[in-house]
């Protein structure tokens, strides 16, 4: 039951994007379309469980043991980047228009502070390795939803009159700010 509890927490609760406003950068630059925004929610999901999952045992293997915490940004930027070089390479071997739909934004992944949030959130919730784990598939699954939410809604407003002045990025952060209103919603719903 806490596991569950600790996926719905990520996922929709404290929510990554909604209510933290971590990893804003991919999420209004690849909300364009949803062919493009799912992949990518994907790409950051398998990105964060890595993350998680590998995090996790660096910190409690190595850094503690050894007594250097003070090192835990250094190493997590470290793995971070890794994975996503790894994710980027995979990519471009199994889906050309997959990587040429995500562009810039794929190697961005490395910057997204939602993964170094992933990653510091685990130790300051001190979190078993399978709790860090449903920790990383729910938050990766609420940038994935959020993410497509975002892409869904921004298809559909190219189809509606929308003033002039309201076009592009107006339009997009109003649009942003009454997704997090609506994900507020949650709050207090679970507390883990």
Not at 7 to 24: E, P
């Amino acid at each position: 039951m806490e596991l569950i509890l600790i996926f719905l927490s990520a996922a929709l609760v404290n929510n990554f994007v909604l209510a933290y406003f971590l990893g804003i950068c991919p999420f209004i630059g690849v909300s364009n379309k949803l062919s493009s925004a799912f992949p990518m929610g994907l790409a950051t999901t398998f990105v964060m469980v890595i993350t998680a999952t590998v995090s996790w045992l660096i910190y409690h293997l190595v850094l503690v043991p050894f007594q250097v915490e003070y090192l835990q940004y250094v190493s997590f930027i470290l793995i971070i980047a890794s994975l996503v070089q790894f994710v980027e390479m995979v990519i471009k071997k199994v889906s050309q228009p997959l990587y040429r739909a995500l562009g810039i934004f794929l190697p961005l992944i490395t910057t997204n502070c939602a993964i170094l949030g992933l990653a510091l959130f685990l130790v300051l919730k001190d979190y078993s390795f399978i709790e860090s784990l449903v920790f990383g598939i729910g938050a990766g699954a609420g940038f994935t939803l959020a993410i497509s939410i975002m892409a869904g809604i921004r298809e559909e407003l190219d189809l509606a009159e929308v003033p002039t002045s309201f076009r592009g990025a107006p339009i997009t952060l109003l649009v942003a700010g009454l997704l997090a209103l609506a994900f507020m919603g949650f709050a207090g719903m679970i507390t883990v």
